[in-house]
């Protein structure tokens, strides 16, 4: 007896130890997303631009920059494009047009560079608030409320299905009880508001520093970007959240 005892007590000892891969393995995530989106970000920036009159074309960096924030969280996202500007200043040609080096610095495009790792902090941060309050709007009365004002829109009042107070009031219901609706609504703001909030004023500045310009001047210079930033997030709103249906990990992971 005391014998199976004292094989039994290893046992239990390698058994507590056992829960450790598992914060390993976490940690090898969030390294293999970062360094994932931190390519993905390259590729993006590395595609043909479109040119816009101006010596800084429309890329698809702030697509993948945005689309990190929303989807990693402002930690991870954050450090994705940190990786991604790092790897590009020692010299790997990963920019716009494959620039590469410190030198890019002394570019117009300088000021958007630098502040995308900041873009991606704010895009987490904004999404998590905002997908956090979708899902409570959703489950709300207020929203319960709405969504029946709009059932009884649409139910009785006129016998044509196809009649457009019935169609109007059976899409303002789904809107309201649809969870993925608010849920991209919240990611798009989000997305835009890092870009509106940090990434073009920044840029803004670098545009006055680099060509010696008032700011009026450079606002001009800066507003070929705005309709293609709005598209851009659109898009990463999109596919941020068909990344969060088809891995709902991802979502509830995001840091």
């Known amino acids: 007896?005391?014998?199976?005892?004292?094989?039994?007590?290893?046992?239990v000892t390698d058994a507590a130890t056992l829960p450790a891969p598992v914060a390993r393995s976490s940690v090898a995530t969030d390294i293999a997303l970062i360094a994932s989106f931190a390519a993905f970000i390259a590729v993006?920036?590395?595609l043909p631009g479109i040119p816009t009159g101006t010596s800084v074309p429309i890329t698809l960096q702030t697509f993948g920059?945005?689309?990190a924030g929303l989807v990693l969280g402002w930690r991870r996202g954050g450090l994705a494009v940190l990786l991604y500007l790092v790897l590009g200043l020692a010299g790997l040609p990963i920019f716009s047009g494959g620039a590469g080096g410190v030198a890019v610095l002394q570019g117009a495009s300088a000021g958007y560079l630098l502040a995308f790792p900041v873009?991606?902090?704010?895009?987490?941060?904004?999404?998590?608030?905002?997908?956090?309050?979708?899902d409570r709007?959703?489950?709300?009365?207020?929203?319960?409320?709405?969504?029946?004002?709009?059932?009884?829109l649409g139910e009785g009042l006129v016998p044509a299905r196809r009649h457009p107070t019935r169609l109007v009031g059976s899409v303002g219901s789904r809107i309201f009880r649809s969870t993925a609706t608010w849920r991209y609504v919240a990611l798009f703001v989000s997305g835009l508001g890092a870009s509106?909030?940090?990434?073009?004023?920044?840029?803004?500045?670098?545009?006055?520093?680099?060509?010696?310009?008032?700011?009026h001047?450079?606002?001009?210079?800066?507003?070929?970007?705005?309709?293609?930033?709005?598209i851009k997030n659109l898009a990463?709103?999109?596919?941020?959240?068909?990344?969060?249906?088809?891995f709902p990990d991802m979502l509830r992971n995001r840091r």
């Not at 509106?196 to 700011?215: E, N, Q, R, T």
């Not at 001047?217 to 709005?230: H, K, Q, R, S, V």
């Not at 990463?236 to 088809?246: D, E, K, Q, S, T």
């Open 44 to 46: 993006c920036a590395i």
């Open 236 to 246: 990463a709103a999109g596919v941020a959240l068909a990344i969060f249906r088809a």
């Open 196 to 215: 509106f909030l940090v990434i073009h004023p920044a840029g803004i500045v670098g545009l006055m520093h680099k060509f010696d310009i008032s700011f």
């Open 137 to 152: 709007f959703v489950a709300s009365t207020t929203a319960s409320a709405l969504a029946a004002r709009f059932d009884r």
């Open 65 to 67: 920059v945005t689309l």
């Open 217 to 230: 001047e450079a606002l001009l210079g800066d507003l070929p970007f705005w309709p293609g930033d709005i």
């Open 119 to 134: 873009g991606a902090v704010v895009a987490g941060l904004l999404a998590g608030r905002g997908l956090s309050g979708a």
């Open 1 to 11: 007896m005391a014998n199976a005892a004292e094989n039994a007590a290893p046992a």
